[in-house]
């Protein structure tokens, strides 16, 4: 019998309830996430811009603080002070209201991040405060899984509401974009997260790290590298990053949606962009490389939780590098092709993938021949995808003839 | 080139993978202090109007250099030496000489139109006001002092060297950059620097070349 569904899997909250130690130690941790987000974000920003001077043969921020560390504080600190302009014809309320939209789900995201704890033994991720033991992670509710899709699919109200609210014409295009986008992309994102929760046979994010304790069992591999590819191209889709950043195109909207943003209404939006990528960041890592789980089995001396989180932060940076490397690398996609990609693509991809793997599953739970059922669900999903392109080649070839192509 | 080699050629940019940096800094880097780089010998910057040896002023007061200015900033009246107590060896002078600095582009062209080489440009750009007042130079403020050097204003930033090299350089050759007239000194003296040298490498007085063999004429025309 679980007490509390929001706290589904923390043994701190199964205990009773008191002032102090539980709901103190609660308090600590969501204060100590926010920290730890924020100094990330911060740290990203000067990450980024640093990475991307280096592979545009710059120099980048050097002048406040060491290597320029103090640059995203000192804009951030000129942000507050600058003048907080609202266009005449802007829905004044709407317009205040954006920024916070885009900003909170980011963080609610990072919520649910297990970020560290050991995976040794018995202790299962667990670390002990004030004799208590409990999660590195704020909450874990039985539901992580969708409490992630839901901000991902929040955090578009933002942006579109900036758009809507601004009262000017390349902030809305911006925010149609950015909508469309994100329909597009959420499938895809939501169908190959699907597949991981399959695999992990759980919704909570701390369970699906735990079965995750060694490189075979990493869902990257577990559920066979697709959905992982998928996840990360419409992952970036997601949070409109190049090559996907059409949402703030600067050669064709200005700024996009937050065109007419100044001050510090700015700076939230750009935090919150920064905050979007470590968290998604941070999610592939929960979803496809098992969080804070070394790669084997390998528990070396010295604190546990110490381990998890140096395993954490590792693999965080390989995909905090990578986007930047995509940024720095990758020209933005023209906005039929983006659409294409997504509806086209991957979302029929990320689906037949989603069928294969169940289709393995259930194969191996009924007792079949895996073999078998895997050549034969495989050359179905092959007939599928020929009759499928079959039916776009007509489907374009008719509006050829109607003149309506492009 | 296949798509993925679009990721090699941005990461072997990386200084690990013996990329460059292009960047100058301008302040000399972090670490360099209050110092700023060298500046190009043959920058445009503030002007001053210059001074013969024996303390004239060279300004006669033509109104060439507001006539060819583009952006209009330079505005000249010329008035008559008084006979008794001359300004200018001729017979006219600069009686007012104002620069807008605000509107300046610093092209040069005053320089190039100047014919007693009155006005030059020093490398001083480094100037800031906080009024219009203090942005238009008058002749006070432009005519050197009596050792030759640009008056310095308590808003510029002034660097050793920013006055050494007056853009006097630009006499070394003949307005077409006919070689003949390279390393002849084809200027006026100046207050405190007397005749100044001919530009470095432009050769030595009398190892001149014909006109037209020169290794540098044939392409640059």
């Known amino acids: 019998m679980r007490p509390l569904l929001l706290a589904a899997g923390d043994p701190l909250l199964e205990e009773p309830v008191t002032l102090f130690p539980i709901v103190a130690i609660v308090l600590v941790k969501v204060v100590v996430a926010f920290a730890v987000l924020l100094v990330a974000v911060l740290f990203m920003v000067w990450f980024e811009r640093k990475v991307i001077a280096g592979m545009q043969n710059r120099v980048g921020p050097n002048v406040a603080g060491p290597w320029g560390l103090l640059q995203t504080l000192a804009d951030g600190i000129k942000s507050f002070f600058k003048e907080d302009s609202i266009p005449e014809r802007a829905d004044r309320f709407v317009f205040k209201l954006a920024p916070y939209l885009s900003l909170v789900p980011a963080f609610l995201t990072f919520t649910v991040i297990p970020l560290g704890g050991s995976f040794a033994g018995t202790s299962d991720g667990t670390i002990s405060l004030f004799g208590h033991r409990t999660f590195l992670q704020v909450a874990d509710p039985p539901i992580g899984v969708l409490l992630v899709l839901a901000m991902s699919s929040i955090a578009v109200y933002g942006v579109m509401l900036a758009g809507w609210s601004s009262g000017s014409k390349y902030p809305l295009l911006g925010a149609v974009r950015a909508s469309a986008q994100m329909v597009s992309y959420e499938a895809a994102l939501g169908l190959s997260v699907v597949t991981v929760v399959f695999v992990s046979r759980s919704l909570s994010t701390h369970d699906i790290v735990a079965v995750q304790d060694r490189l075979a069992s990493w869902n990257l591999v577990a559920t066979g590298f697709v959905p992982f590819l998928i996840f990360i191209v419409a992952a970036t889709a997601e949070l409109n990053r190049p090559p996907f950043d059409l949402v703030e195109a600067e050669q064709e909207l200005v700024g996009g949606f937050h065109t007419e943003y100044a001050g510090i209404r700015f700076a939230m939006f750009y935090l919150s962009e920064f905050m979007n990528t470590v968290t998604m960041s941070a999610i592939i890592v929960t979803l496809f490389l098992g969080g804070p789980q070394p790669p084997f089995h390998w528990h070396p001396a010295g604190p546990g939780w110490l381990w998890g989180l140096f395993w954490f932060v590792a693999k965080l940076f390989v995909f905090l590098y990578m986007y930047v490397w995509f940024r720095a690398t990758l020209p933005r996609f023209r906005y039929d092709h983006l659409m294409d990609l997504g509806w086209k693509v991957l979302i029929p991809l990320s689906f037949g993938w989603l069928l294969l793997i169940a289709t393995l599953r259930i194969a191996r739970d009924q007792g079949w021949n895996q073999a078998l059922t895997a050549v034969v669900a495989a050359a179905i999903l092959a007939a599928c995808w020929g009759l499928f392109s079959l039916a776009l080649r007509v489907a374009s070839r008719h509006r050829r003839l109607e003149g309506t192509a492009f | ?221």
């Open chain 2, 1 to 221: 080139m296949g798509w993925w080699q679009g990721f090699l050629v941005t990461a072997r940019q990386s200084r690990v993978f013996g990329g460059q940096r292009v960047t100058t800094e301008y302040s000399a880097g972090k670490y360099a202090g209050d110092a700023k780089i060298a500046k190009p010998e043959r920058l445009h910057g503030r002007h001053v109007l210059n001074r013969y040896e024996d303390g004239m002023e060279k300004c006669i007061g033509c109104e060439l250099c507001a006539g060819v200015c583009p952006a209009r900033c330079i505005y000249v009246r010329g008035a008559d030496n008084p006979p008794d107590e001359p300004v200018s060896p001729g017979e006219r002078y600069g009686y007012v000489y104002e620069i807008n600095f605000l509107r300046c582009i610093h092209c040069d062209l005053c320089v190039e139109a100047c014919p007693t080489e009155a006005i030059t440009e020093s490398k001083l750009f480094e100037f800031s006001f906080t009024n219009r007042e203090d942005a238009i130079y008058t002749k006070a403020e432009l005519v050197v002092d009596d050792e030759g050097r640009p008056r310095q204003l308590p808003w510029e930033d002034w660097r050793p060297g920013d006055d050494a090299n007056t853009s006097g350089w630009m006499r070394a050759t003949a307005p077409a950059g006919s070689a003949e007239f390279e390393g002849r000194v084809a200027w006026s003296g100046e207050l405190g620097y007397g005749v100044r040298a001919p530009e470095p490498g432009q050769g030595q007085p009398g190892q001149d070349q014909p006109a037209g063999t020169g290794p540098d004429e044939t392409g640059a025309g």
